[in-house]
């Protein structure tokens, strides 16, 4: 396959995007990696395990500058950039009443605006190929307000990340790009506040349809399905990943 996708957030050991990663390589994505921190032994161990092209820059989504370099610099490395997939993003389980204005402007920056900063910069590469396929992660917690483990900014952030998509959806659709947004229930990874125990596992399960949280691959597989030649017709989805926690 001649195309690349951009997976952010995918430094994370045990993370949603690592996964992403790792799985749409073996598929034959060639992968470009964007995180805070530095993804690459991840770029070395796809380009050796699935004989593709890897590579890796950092940066804080929140900064549009920085954004915009490294994108400018996976681009020039790799092939047409075909795919995005927004993993990247922070918890927040601070309640609303004791909340500081730096924490509410923190997550909004991160989780929403870091989307937008991203998307806009590989949405201008998408549509002089004519084709594109974008993924964000949004949360039940944008559905159900919160409920798992991060509060107010968070919901708002991934409720905001629905209407984005949606927008994106109709507008750069007639460009040959589709738009569409995952929404994780419980996902087993460290973002709540570390490694997640045995009785919080249990809690957790006690709400859903199926007896286990999610683990990243759950969310994996559906983001690689969206980015599918076969889900060409489905634009402006938000697809819950939840084990049934919200049915709608
Ligand atoms: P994770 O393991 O913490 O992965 C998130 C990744 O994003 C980390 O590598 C993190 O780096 C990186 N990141 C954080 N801030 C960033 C920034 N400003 N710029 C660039 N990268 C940044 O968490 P995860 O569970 O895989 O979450 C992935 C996505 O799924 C997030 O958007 C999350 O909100 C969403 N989600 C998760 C769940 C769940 O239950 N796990 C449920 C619903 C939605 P650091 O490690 O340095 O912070």
């Not at 997939?85 to 989780?111: K, M, T």
């Not at 952030?157 to 929404?183: D, S, Y």
């Not at 919080?200 to 597989?221: E, F, K, Q, Y």
């Not at 980015?227 to 938000?238: K, L, N, P």
Request: glycine fraction near 10%; proline fraction near 6%.
């Amino acid at each position: 396959m001649n195309r690349t996708a951009i997976v952010t957030g995918a430094a994370s050991p045990r993370g949603i995007g690592r996964t992403t990663a790792l799985l749409l390589a073996s598929q034959g994505w060639n992968i470009g990696l964007l995180d805070i921190d530095p993804c690459d032994d991840l770029a070395a161990e796809i380009v050796a395990t699935h004989n593709v092209k890897a590579f890796a820059a950092t940066a804080d989504v929140s900064d549009e500058t920085a954004v915009r370099t490294a994108i400018d610099d996976l681009e020039s490395t790799l092939p047409p950039l075909a795919a995005l997939a927004n993993i990247a993003g922070v918890s927040s389980p601070v309640p609303y009443l004791e909340l500081p204005s730096a924490e509410w402007h923190r997550v909004i920056n991160i989780n929403l605006n870091g989307v937008h900063y991203v998307t806009h910069r590989i949405a201008e590469s998408m549509v002089t190929h004519g084709y594109g396929r974008i993924v964000s992660i949004s949360s039940t917690s944008a559905q159900r307000g919160g409920g798992t483990y991060s509060k107010t900014p968070y919901s708002v952030a991934k409720a905001g990340v629905i209407g984005l998509t949606r927008a994106l959806a109709r507008e750069l659709g007639p460009c040959g790009i589709t738009v569409n947004a995952v929404a994780p229930g419980p996902i087993d990874t460290d973002i709540m506040g570390g490694p997640i125990t045995p009785d919080r596992r249990t809690t957790m399960a006690a709400d859903l349809l199926v007896n286990r949280i999610g683990d990243p691959h759950d969310v994996a597989s559906a983001i690689a399905f969206l980015m599918s030649e076969d889900a060409g017709y489905i634009s402006g989805h938000t697809l819950n990943v939840d084990g049934g926690l919200y049915m709608h």
